[in-house]
């Protein structure tokens, strides 16, 4: 089979990137899964979190410690404070009254120490992104509070792995935003007092008995958290969970066409030997040893693509995980430890069967009969006239679509494989590009639309209700607040906003803004999915440390960045839930806003687009992957198929030659027969292609309530680039018409 040592290569590189795919992107989400349960377990995260306005005291830890089932329990506080010597600068400050309940990693410098008088743990991503390093001094302000100390080492926490200053802010940015832990002895000796919100408590108890067990010893006054609602682990999950989704859908395709590829390919092939075959027949050899020799082409190819594809799929794990790449730049992870898991030995074992099971089908039919039926030379089917060609309309098309109508006829198969090819290119480059169009969609309407501020103020927790007036008319803004709340036991944000400036603003369903009013609530779609409201419907809702259930009416449904129920100031007036407000939303940008005591930080709307540009650009370069994958995989099936074409029409073509056909002529004739097929693909693969973005919009973007959107250009450019592959595989493969030799092709007759 030397002579097909091409379609040989070729079939090696089509099973490598179908396996390379399918490796690569399980090999993520496990590789997730697996890391992050790792770094969990061992920054003891905490399963459930007590939170109460009013703090926890050392007896309520203490009646906490001592329920059945609770293995661990530490009081908690993390606050966002200012960094004095960087300019506005804020860092979630922590504290832990023990490191083995939500602690940290030191990675450099000192191990932490609970009796440290001035130890700081910062995060080595804020320290290396602001030039901080371990001896450094550092000034905390909190609530008028200042906390300096010295960097005593550098940590990565569990808690803070998507170190985000609120659900806003979609993608972590180091240069203005970190965490930083203190010990419960410096935070008591410079705040003078502790005050400890929140207690972290590590149990495998059922929330429903752990609840009933905590309202028992602290009183129904606290509002309890499982580890699925804090953003660390969920999203932690929902990556997982939605890679699970991406490796189930994408790299299957890629691996279908190349299997579906080579059953066709493996029969020509064989076909092809027929000859050979039956000569080795008539002189003596075994009907297995033959079966042997040409089932191990098939082997062969089953394990060259194999061993590449996983090769390849480390290196499209490594690009997504590694820590410049989307997953460690979203996840500040010590370590990513590459995991293969082991339903993909399972694939690949299946794969290099199935390949050789093709190859011994393939080869039995062959060698079927005597020695003299095989020495008889491989002749196509014979074919009855088609019902177009007995009408008139056909012999008035040219030579060369009548050819290729017959060609195409003759081959289903080949025709069929060469169409999916076409399509499952085409579905991966609409579905690739549409994504891009997707999230610049997703960008444009909630942060040059729905956000209208150039800053966000936050408030300080201790600042009057005279100077928060004094704040927001000094920078003619809108404001908002946040109550958390539980609907149906589940965690929400109850959002209160004012925005008669039009800073922010609410986009519905069809992305159109809406006007809060009065007269009702707006929830985001999410959360409307999962509860099953639409308007009209009420529900009631019940804010944390207190025993209050207010009951509202839903006006709409909103998309939403985070999970959260929108009302107006005035309807919060109406259902009399109390309020203060937390957050200004102005024009006036960050450096001109003045430092007062009743302002606790100050975050730049561009800081945030600039943190999700890192996200982006990574993204769109996994984009351009993808669709150079896709290219590639279509360009070698094709061009697989379009030698098989070639090495069966070699007589026909060589017979054209003969009567005077130049090289160029009959180049068109295949060419032209790749641009019908292609013209169908594309039909077939834009919709389908649009069809599997939205699944996946469906499946992975949910928690961002993203809508598909697609460009004129991503149409146009998707149509090239299928065209485009096909130009290039017919001229390959035209290119094979120099080299006919008209008389040996010519000298048997079949």
Known sequence: ?????????????????????????????????ENTTSFFEKTGYADYRILSERGFSE????????????????????????????????????????????????????????????????????AAANGI???????????????????????????????????????????????????????????????????????????????????AALGNTTMILTKDETISYSQANGEASEGKTMGSILPVMFLLIAVLTMVTTMHRLTAKEKTQIGTLKALGFKDKRIMRHYTSYAFMIGVLGSAIGVALGYGVAYYIMNPNGMMGTYLDMPEWKLYLPWFC?????????????????????????????????????KMKPLFVERTKLFHKLSFGTRWNMRDVMRHKSRTL????????????????????????????????????????????????????????????????????????????SLDIYEVEHDKVRFPDEQSNYISLGDNGAWICMRLADEFDLSAGDTFDVSPYGSDKTYT??????????????????????????????????????????????AIKSVQSKQAIMDSFDTFTDIMNSMIIVLI?????????????????????????????????????????????????????????????????????????????EMQLAISARTVILSVLMTFGMSLLVSL???????????????????
């Open 417 to 492: 494989m060469s169409l999916i090819g076409i399509i499952g290119c085409m579905i991966l480059i609409v579905a690739s590009l549409a994504m891009s169009d997707t999230m610049d969609a997703f960008l444009d309407l909630y942060y040059n639309g729905a956000s209208n501020y150039s800053s966000r103020i936050y408030l300080a927790e201790d600042a009057t209700e005279e100077a928060r007036k004094a704040i927001l008319k000094k920078y003619d803004g809108d404001w908002s607040t946040s109550i958390s709340v539980q609907i149906a036991e589940k965690a929400v």
């Open 732 to 750: 390959m493969v035209s290119r094979k018409n120099k080299k006919i030799d008209m008389v040996e092709a010519l000298k048997c007759a079949e």
């Open 1 to 33: 089979m030397g002579l097909y040592k091409a379609q040989f290569i070729s079939m090696i590189i089509m099973i490598a990137l179908g396996i390379g795919m399918f490796v690569g992107f399980n090999m993520e989400w496990v590789s997730i899964e």
């Open 628 to 704: 150079a994958g896709a290219l590639l995989l279509g360009v070698v099936v094709l061009y697989n198929l379009g030698v098989m074409s070639y090495t069966e029409r070699y007589r026909e073509m060589a017979t054209l030659k003969v009567v005077g056909f130049k090289d160029k002529k009959i180049g068109k004739l295949l060419i032209g027969q790749n641009l019908w097929l292609s013209f169908i693909g594309v039909l077939v693969g834009l919709p389908a292609g649009i069809g599997t973005l939205a699944y996946l919009l469906k499946e992975l973007a949910s928690e961002y």
């Open 552 to 597: 509202l009416k839903l006006a709409g449904i909103i998309r939403s960045v985070s999970e959260n129920i929108v009302i107006s100031p005035e309807y919060a007036k109406q259902l009399g839930i109390p309020y203060t407000i937390s957050s200004v939303y102005t024009d006036t940008e960050k450096s001109d806003i003045v430092s007062d005591d």
């Open 133 to 215: 390093k371990v001896g450094d001094t550092l000034t905390f302000v909190y609530k008028s509070i200042e906390f300096k100390g010295t960097v005593k080492g550098l940590a990565k926490s569990g808690e803070h792995m998507i170190c985000v200053r609120d659900e806003s802010q979609l993608m972590p940015d180091y240069n203005s935003y970190g965490f930083a832990y203190i010990s419960p002895e410096m935070y008591k000796n410079a705040a003078g007092f502790e005050f400890y919100p929140q207690i972290n408590v590590r149990s495998d108890m059922e929330k429903k008995d752990f609840t009933e067990k905590v309202d």
């Open 345 to 381: 030995y399972v694939v690949l074992a299946a794969i290099i069967l199935l390949l050789t099971f093709i190859g011994y089908l393939s080869v039995k039919k062959m060698l079927k009969g005597t020695a003299a039926d095989a020495l008889r030379p491989y002749t196509p089917k």
């Open 59 to 126: 007896d309520d830890l203490k009646k906490i410690g001592n329920i059945s089932g609770v293995t661990a329990s530490a009081r908690y506080l993390s606050t966002s404070a200012d960094v004095k010597e960087k300019g506005g600068d804020s860092v979630a400050l922590t504290v832990t009254t023990d490191p083995n309940v939500s602690g940290f990693i030191v990675t450099e410098g000192e191990q932490y120490a609970a009796d440290s008088k001035d130890g700081i743990w910062l995060s080595d991503k804020y």
